[in-house]
């Protein structure tokens, strides 16, 4: 079965310092691989996604993330943080083909110091 | 261009009763699923419909039920409500045309007390 692992629930940065944050998946097949961001008491937004081609994918809010098939990882990253992307994000693959159903993973809330 | 509307926002409901949630998708998609995120965990998915037919089911019991109507908006139902049913309730719309497109509403709080 698909299912995703986000090993860090909490991590906090210095506003202007680089983040990333972990992602690993299990999928037998070519995955399709998405990061979402929720702010409190709101929805998913869709940050970038990775379907084939360059395993470095850029998404919005200057924020990109690596495909690592032999590491099974899709790490994001972001050189710079603000105190604005204090957020929970979250991890997802793509599970099945012809019926596209997310597996998420448990999150990863980011907080940002001054 | 409106996104996805999800009525209502919060919502407060006494265990053994039943509820209904209610999902409007983005203009021009087809297909909605809905999601159940608890408190702390990342969304888990419930059902999908299509076609007003539901296409797939994740693990849940059978008091989740649901109906896509002609206009394509949804409705999430769930009987005989336990405090485990808690959480936030997330409607995604997306077109058969574009793969794995979905656009995420804001959700629907439900407090079973």
Known sequence: AQSVTQPDIHITVSEGASLELRCNYS?????????????????????LKYFSGDTLVQGIKGFE???????????????????????????????????QKLVFGTGTRLLVSP | ??????????????????????CSPKSGHDTVSWYQQALGQGPQFIFQY???????????????????????????NVNALLLGDSALYLCASSSTRKEYGYTFGSGTRLTVV
Request: glycine fraction near 10%.
């Open chain 1, 27 to 47: 999928y037998g097949a070519t995955p399709y691989l998405f990061w979402y961001v929720q702010s409190p008491g709101q929805g998913l937004q869709l940050l």
């Open chain 1, 65 to 99: 993330a690596e495909f690592k098939r032999s590491q099974s990882s899709f790490n994001l990253r972001k050189p710079s943080v603000h105190w604005s992307d204090a957020a929970e994000y979250f991890c997802a693959v793509g599970a099945g083909t012809g019926f």
């Open chain 2, 1 to 22: 261009d409106a996104g996805v509307t999800q009525s209502p926002t919060h919502l407060i409901k006494t265990r053994g009763q039943q509820v209904t949630l209610r």
């Open chain 2, 50 to 76: 299509y076609e007003e037919e539901e296409r797939q089911r994740g693990n849940f019991p059978d008091r989740f039920s649901g109906h896509q109507f002609p206009n394509y908006s949804s409705e999430l």
